[in-house]
């Protein structure tokens, strides 16, 4: 069985042809889970298209899938939604975001807070816990997992749910 990342290179022209973006792909002992973006958001018809191509595609290609029988599930990323690479990073400069880290960093391993900056090397966070205390550095190889938050409250009165952008955020890495 391939990794996620060759199931990744494959499925990514493909998606991308039809108007959509490979958000995630995650692979386990028996679900191939590929998540999809598009400006405006999927729907159910662009949900279905995309299932209907990655599956065709992994018909072909059998040393992507695991072994045996699998199940393929195709979705979009969500509102709340997993960041693992420095572009997912900077899509949300300027929002909070949660991160769960390997070791402990500044004396925890769970950080919440306003993503600041995203660097070649990893992120800067300003802690919910102490926004006027240092800053929260974070490799990118301690994150075993972030994820960004949505306001539920403020969604529920119709404002923005996880908008990003910030005056404040900067990207590091060009």
């Known amino acids: 069985m391939a990794t996620a990342a060759d199931l990744r290179a494959v499925a990514e ?61 195709v979705s979009s990323p969500g509102l709340e939604r997993t960041l693992r690479t420095p572009e997912h990073f900077r899509r949300y400069l300027g929002t909070t975001v949660t991160a769960k880290t390997s070791v402990p960093v500044g004396g925890a391993r769970r950080h919440r807070g306003v993503l600041r900056s995203v660097g070649h090397d990893g992120i800067e966070l300003v802690s919910d816990a102490d926004p006027t205390g240092p800053p929260i550095l974070l490799a990118y190889d301690q994150i075993t997992r972030a994820a960004t938050v949505v306001d539920w409250e403020l969604a529920l009165k119709g404002g923005a749910a996880a908008a990003p952008g910030d005056t404040e955020a900067k990207d590091l890495s060009r």
């Open 13 to 73: 022209p493909v998606l991308a042809a039809a108007g959509l973006e490979l958000w995630d792909v995650e692979v386990s002992h028996d679900v191939v889970r590929v998540l999809i973006e598009r400006s405006g958001g999927v729907d159910l018809d662009a949900l279905g298209a995309a299932s209907e191509a990655i599956s065709a595609l992994l018909d072909g290609h059998d040393e992507l899938v695991p072994d045996h029988a699998y199940h393929l599930e």
